[in-house]
């Protein structure tokens, strides 16, 4: 456990010594700003369900601008051998790297919690709804950067790492377009895959344990799908 | 400390070792010399337990390296051939993580980091940010991680390479200081290097050792020594003296002026002094001014190999 504290910390840490951490974490929060202001001035309700929309867009963009260097630097230093020939095991690495920037992707949500603030000050917002719906995004938050990790996991090239996640994750984004083109055993298939149906019923307050088991199931099997590729040094084979 | 058994590895077509066996001692420093491609940094992957071999097996300190990598790494300080540095974080930063990742307790850690810090000499640097460091700094920044759990062995690939004569002689100098209590492997292509550093040496030439063996016992062929000796006197009663001593042949003599000659002698009967000889000299009022033997360099003996 101390091991992967420590490289979430060198991780985390990583993030705030390199200048892209910075921009992504001004420009997304000034985009949110925007689109919150936008939004509520527009609808004239209180509730975030339409930011969180746009922020679970924004998340396809931003997270893998985070995700990319995590591994695919390391094999770039040459650290990845030094990681790998020092007493930690190959899952204490991987939960170490996902943790740093899990925390990293959560401090960004943080500068958005006052909105809650804001809205609750002018009216009457339904607290439960907006609580499922962080709970929500986060989680999908959560499955692309896992989704972003397992990518970085396959190369040493940061700028492969990155469009290969932006080519993962927009399917999974809009797998629901793709529906109609589809039939059969594929169709369910593609229908279970896609994440804005699983984020859009805790939005609307909808807890449901298959769309919390998605979101874990996903993580858990993109961490194991790093894991291994580190297991087989994927990156030197291919 | 360390043994290789039949060890191969094969990266697809290309077999990069082909059946590597020896045994290094706990205490022995071992010079590991070939060509850039020989092999050499394959054989220490496998041996840090980074790469798996193909087949044949390898221990460290009596674990298999395959079976059991974690004790491996616990046991062994590994420099790759590259620096692995993290460009953004500073010296102690960098130390106190690896001291973290390689099982230094708590209470220890800062106390190791400062001793591996006054070890490497990198105390003036310690709060530098690594990216902006030379390179002979970065590679004792390297040694400082390889040693900061206090390995029984450490495996350093190519320390020397791209630093500046006196950066090298900085790294040699901390090398040297590093093998009293510990098993050292150290790879180059340099062979000097390994004439200054190991006692013993492997080289490795196209996946094969070719050459297992004592530096010193390597570098004099023994039943050919090759002797020069500086004299004073008549050049007639010198040859004379060489002629009826058993133990040497003439080969060329050679006028410096002032009655100083200058002998090449080949050592026939493999003795190791030349109390006969000197004794000769004397016989016929000869003064030696000096003796050498010319012992083969390792330039000479790798050429050879590599033919």
Not at chain 2, 231 to 252: L, M, P, R, W, Y
């Amino acid at each position: 456990m101390k091991k992967i504290f420590a490289i979430a910390n060198k991780e985390l840490s990583g993030y705030f010594r390199s200048p892209i951490a910075y921009v992504v974490l001004i420009v997304a929060v000034t985009v949110f700003n925007v689109f919150f202001f936008m939004i509520i001035d527009e609808n004239q309700e209180a509730t975030l369900r339409d930011v969180f929309k746009v922020m679970e867009f924004l998340f396809v963009f931003i997270v893998p601008i985070l995700t990319m260097k995590v591994f695919a630097e390391e094999k770039q230093l040459g650290t990845m051998e030094f990681l790998m020939t020092t007493p930690t095991t190959h899952m204490q690495i991987v939960l170490g790297k996902y943790l740093g920037t899990l925390v990293f992707f959560t401090l960004i949500m943080c500068w958005t919690l006052p909105y809650y603030g804001i809205i609750k000050f002018f009216s009457h917002p339904d607290t439960m709804t907006m609580m499922t719906g962080y709970i929500g995004i986060w989680l999908e938050g959560a499955f692309f950067i896992a989704v972003g990790l397992m990518v970085s996991s396959w190369t040493r090239s940061q700028i492969v790492s990155a469009i290969l996640s932006y080519v993962l994750l927009f399917f999974l984004y809009f797998a629901s377009a793709l529906v109609k083109y589809t039939g059969g055993f594929f169709q369910s298939i593609i229908k279970y895959l896609d994440v804005m149906g699983h984020t859009q019923n805790f939005i609307v307050g909808l807890l449901s344990s298959s769309d919390a088991i998605y979101f874990i199931s996903g993580i858990v099997f993109c961490l194991v799908m790093t894991r291994i590729s580190i297991d087989t040094r994927i990156w030197d084979n291919i | 400390m360390i043994v290789s058994k039949n060890l191969s590895k094969q990266f697809g077509e290309f077999e990069a070792l082909k059946n590597v066996s020896f045994e290094i001692e706990q205490g022995e420093i071992v010079g590991f010399l070939g060509q850039n491609g020989a092999g050499k940094t394959t054989l220490m992957r496998i041996l840090t337990a980074y790469l798996p071999s193909s087949s044949g097996q390898a221990f460290v300190g009596g674990e298999d390296v395959s079976l059991n990598p974690l004790a491996v790494h616990k046991k062994i300080g590994y420099l790759p051939e590259t620096p692995p540095l993290y460009p953004n974080m500073t010296v102690k930063a960098y130390l106190r993580f690896a001291a973290q990742l390689k099982d230094v307790g708590v209470k220890f850690q800062k106390a190791q980091v400062e001793h591996v810090l006054e070890e490497c000499r990198l105390e003036d640097v310690q709060n530098q940010v690594i990216g902006t460091l030379s390179r002979g700094y970065k590679q004792r920044v390297g040694i400082a991680q390889a040693i900061v759990h206090e390995p029984e062995v450490i495996i350093l690939d190519e320390p020397t390479n791209g630093l500046d004569p006196i950066q090298i002689l900085h790294v040699r100098e901390l090398i040297r200081k590093l093998e009293h209590k510990r098993t050292v492997i150290v790879s180059t292509h340099i062979l000097s290097e390994i004439e200054q550093l190991a006692k013993r040496v492997l080289i490795i030439k196209k996946g094969e050792i070719v050459v297992d063996s004592n530096l010193e016992k390597f570098l004099i062929p023994d039943d050919r020594k090759q002797i020069f000796v500086k004299v004073k006197g008549e050049e007639f009663h010198i040859e004379q003296a060489v002629k009826d001593t058993n133990s040497v042949k003439q080969i060329n003599i050679e006028f410096l002026g002032e009655d100083i000659y200058e002998l090449h002698l080949e050592n026939t009967n493999n003795v190791a002094h030349y109390g006969e000889l000197v004794q000769n000299f004397i016989k016929y009022g000869i003064k030696v001014i000096e003796i050498k033997e010319k012992k083969g360099t390792l330039e000479e003996a790798f050429l050879k190999i590599n033919k």
